[in-house]
């Protein structure tokens, strides 16, 4: 009995994005986890941004589908644009949220972050932090 009630006075710090589309960006898709620390702010700061921070960066175009150089290119391509999404998202998040004149509950407060980005056929998986995906 006591756990239920504990489990039901937990304050949940999780937020999720499922994004099967872009807008009119059809080949891309995007499914993640941010598992918040210290408080939810960060996480769903994180989950309200990440889809715009990953049309900045990802490729207009889609997959390629001939099996060439194109393709590996194109796969550097989608990993250095979630790379820069994150890196993108974490100065938002120092800026917003960590500086000395944020508010000061939200001083030490974190997320980690699980990212599944499609891209045609390509799956690509990224994480910060001890969070993973088994798929």
């Not at 756990?3 to 999780?14: G, P, R």
């Not at 994005?17 to 993640?32: E, K, S, T």
């Not at 796969?75 to 508010?103: E, M, N």
Request: proline share 3%; net charge negative; with cysteine.
């Amino acid at each position: 009995m006591q756990s239920s009630v504990a489990q039901h006075l937990q304050k949940y710090e999780d937020f999720l994005v499922d994004a099967p589309q872009f807008g009119c960006r059809r080949h891309l898709a995007a499914w993640a986890v941010f598992d918040g620390h210290g408080g939810d702010r960060v996480s769903h700061f994180l989950s309200c941004q990440l889809v715009h921070e990953l049309e900045q960066w990802l490729p207009d175009t889609a997959f390629p589908t001939d099996a060439s150089e194109h393709a590996a290119l194109y796969t550097d391509q989608v990993r250095k644009a979630i790379t820069a999404t994150f890196l993108s998202l974490t100065l938002q998040v120092q800026q917003q949220h960590c500086s000395s004149s944020a508010h000061s509950s939200t001083l030490g407060c974190g997320s980690t972050a699980t990212v599944v980005v499609q891209t045609g056929p390509l799956l690509t998986v990224a994480n910060v932090g001890n969070s993973k995906c088994v798929l």
